[in-house]
């Protein structure tokens, strides 16, 4: 008799491990899971419908869940529809043993989403004016992302959600002849703070990189600092003009061929005011042509229209009613090219 009892616990406990084993490993695919998922999305918002396919359901017997994955949905509001390559969630067992199911955290990874189409269904959720700004500027662009929210016990976002990925071949509409296209850069988004590297972007056709751009919201503004590196770029009159609205030094500038690494920060208020500038530049300058000004015909006699620099290397520093340039180099206002150092400042009015 004990031989038998002692073989029917065993088969009791090889049976179970094999359970457990299988459950954690190879899991179970069912559909029974997708109402309530379907119900707890509603609960969020009541207009949103979600198409689920087979949800894989995995135990976890350490954490006392199971971890929950289905492949290729589509969520929708009204007639947009956003396609997701999987969606990731968790339920504990014992919510399950007390009939309450309840998603705490989900992780989505999309597919490649057109930007527009992705800020356009947002837009339906919660339409803000940030989003309207942005989707109006936005010309064209793809998205890849993983997202992680946390929910509390109303179905509502936590603040500690995690947003990751990837734009590319993004491009913003022209501003006053200024282009913006070949934008690509990755991104990690949390509450209240945006980070962004590995920035690459054609600016009127010259490649600019930023290395990384942080922006913080604080309050009722944006904090934004950043890093960024030209190569090789070459801006004309027009363009010149364009980027910059005030010339703090009246230069009247033809063309600039320059490398430069420069750190930058600013913030930016409600009233999308620029406020606190700050630049900090090492500018490797291989040719400048700027138009004369400059009262001397009678000290030098054969002094050019345009007055061309070669070959500098420049110090720039600048804060509000504050400029500072430190450089030297070429120079060729005659018939002979010179060398030329300088120590330019500016205050408010000198």
Same mark, same amino acid.
């Given at each position: 008799?004990?031989?038998?009892?002692?073989?029917?616990?065993?088969?009791i406990?090889?049976i179970?491990?094999?359970?457990?084993?299988?459950?954690?490993?190879?899991?179970?695919?069912?559909?029974r899971?997708?109402?309530?998922?379907s119900?707890?999305?509603?609960?969020?918002?009541?207009q949103?419908e979600?198409?689920?396919?087979?949800v894989?359901?995995?135990?976890?017997p350490?954490?006392?869940?199971f971890?929950?994955?289905?492949?290729?949905?589509?969520?929708?509001k009204?007639d947009?529809?956003?396609?997701?390559?999987?969606?990731?969630?968790?339920?504990?067992?014992?919510s399950?043993?007390?009939?309450?199911?309840?998603?705490?955290?989900l992780?989505?990874?999309?597919?490649?989403?057109?930007i527009?189409?992705?800020?356009s269904?947002?837009?339906?959720?919660?339409?803000?004016a940030?989003?309207?700004?942005?989707?109006?500027?936005?010309n064209?662009?793809?998205?890849i992302?993983?997202i992680?929210?946390?929910?509390d016990?109303?179905?509502?976002?936590?603040?500690?959600?995690n947003?990751?990925g990837?734009?590319?071949?993004?491009? %913003? /509409? *022209?501003?006053?002849?200024i !282009?913006?296209? =070949?934008i690509?850069?990755? +991104?990690?988004?949390? @509450?209240?703070?945006? &980070?962004?590297?590995?920035?690459?972007l054609?600016?009127?056709?010259?490649?600019?990189?930023f290395?990384?751009?942080?922006v913080?919201?604080?309050?009722?503004?944006l904090?934004?600092?950043g890093?960024?590196e030209?190569?090789?770029?070459?801006?004309?009159?027009?363009?010149?003009?364009?980027?910059?609205?005030?010339?703090?030094?009246?230069?009247?500038i033809?063309n600039i061929?320059?490398?430069?690494?420069?750190?930058?920060?600013?913030?930016?208020?409600k009233?999308?005011q620029?406020?606190?500038?700050?630049?900090?530049s090492?500018?490797n %300058? /291989? *040719?400048?042509?700027l138009? !004369?000004?400059? =009262?001397l015909k009678?000290? +030098?006699?054969?002094? @050019?229209?345009?007055? &061309?620099?070669?070959?500098h290397?420049?110090?720039?520093?600048?804060?509000k009613?504050s400029?500072?340039?430190?450089?030297?180099?070429?120079?060729l206002?005659?018939?002979?090219?010179?060398k030329?150092?300088?120590?330019?400042?500016?205050?408010k009015?000198?």
């Amino acid at each position: 008799m004990k031989k038998v009892i002692y073989r029917v616990l065993i088969f009791i406990i090889l049976i179970f491990s094999g359970s457990i084993i299988y459950l954690s490993t190879i899991g179970i695919k069912t559909e029974r899971l997708n109402n309530q998922i379907s119900n707890q999305v509603k609960n969020y918002d009541n207009q949103l419908e979600i198409k689920l396919n087979e949800v894989n359901v995995i135990l976890d017997p350490f954490k006392f869940k199971f971890n929950l994955k289905t492949i290729g949905t589509e969520l929708k509001k009204k007639d947009k529809t956003l396609e997701f390559e999987s969606i990731k969630s968790n339920i504990s067992i014992k919510s399950l043993i007390n009939n309450q199911f309840s998603i705490t955290e989900l992780n989505i990874s999309t597919r490649s989403l057109e930007i527009k189409k992705l800020i356009s269904f947002i837009r339906l959720i919660d339409d803000s004016a940030q989003l309207f700004m942005i989707e109006k500027f936005i010309n064209e662009g793809f998205l890849i992302a993983d997202i992680n929210l946390k929910f509390d016990e109303n179905a509502k976002i936590n603040k500690d959600y995690n947003i990751s990925g990837l734009v590319k071949a993004g491009s %913003l /509409k *022209s501003i006053k002849k200024i !282009n913006l296209s =070949k934008i690509d850069f990755k +991104f990690n988004i949390t @509450k209240n703070k945006f &980070n962004f590297t590995d920035i690459k972007l054609s600016l009127n056709d010259n490649n600019l990189t930023f290395p990384k751009i942080e922006v913080t919201q604080e309050k009722n503004r944006l904090l934004i600092s950043g890093i960024n590196e030209n190569k090789e770029t070459i801006l004309n009159e027009d363009t010149i003009k364009n980027l910059i609205n005030k010339n703090p030094l009246n230069l009247k500038i033809k063309n600039i061929e320059f490398d430069s690494n420069n750190a930058f920060s600013f913030s930016i208020d409600k009233k999308y005011q620029i406020e606190n500038l700050k630049i900090q530049s090492e500018l490797n %300058l /291989k *040719s400048l042509s700027l138009v !004369n000004d400059l =009262k001397l015909k009678e000290i +030098f006699p054969d002094i @050019k229209d345009i007055i &061309n620099l070669t070959d500098h290397k420049i110090l720039i520093n600048y804060k509000k009613d504050s400029l500072n340039i430190k450089g030297e180099g070429d120079i060729l206002f005659q018939n002979e090219k010179d060398k030329i150092k300088y120590d330019l400042k500016k205050g408010k009015n000198n």
